[in-house]
């Protein structure tokens, strides 16, 4: 789980996940623009999931508290980000791909 405050005005990009997590906006406003859902205003309290492949442009309208949940094993910082971050579109879809083959042959 990992907590965000972030200060009224200030605008941030963050990464792509590479799995659906859900996401509580706890307190404030924000403007979020994603590749999916074109310019959304969100306001607090909300909960919602992120999708696979989510990368997201946002300015907070008010300060503003959002969590974020993540499932993984990992217990340092570098672990935990290759288990939920793509760094690049590519290495996204290359994640899908074998999610999708291993899921095949596991059958």
Request: proline share 5%; net charge negative.
């Amino acid at each position: 789980m990992r907590e965000m405050f972030i200060p009224k005005g200030y605008m941030f990009t963050g990464k792509i996940h590479k799995h659906a997590h859900p996401n509580f906006l706890m307190r404030g406003e924000v403007l979020v623009v994603t590749e999916h859902g074109g310019v959304e205003y969100l306001k607090a309290p909300m909960a919602m999931i992120s999708h696979p492949g989510t990368k997201r442009a946002v300015i907070a309208l008010e300060d503003t508290w959002w969590i974020v949940v993540h499932v993984t094993d990992a217990t340092n910082p570098r672990e935990l980000e290759e288990d939920v971050i793509a760094t690049s579109y590519e290495e996204f879809e290359h994640y899908r791909a074998q999610r999708k083959e291993h899921a095949v042959w596991c059958g």
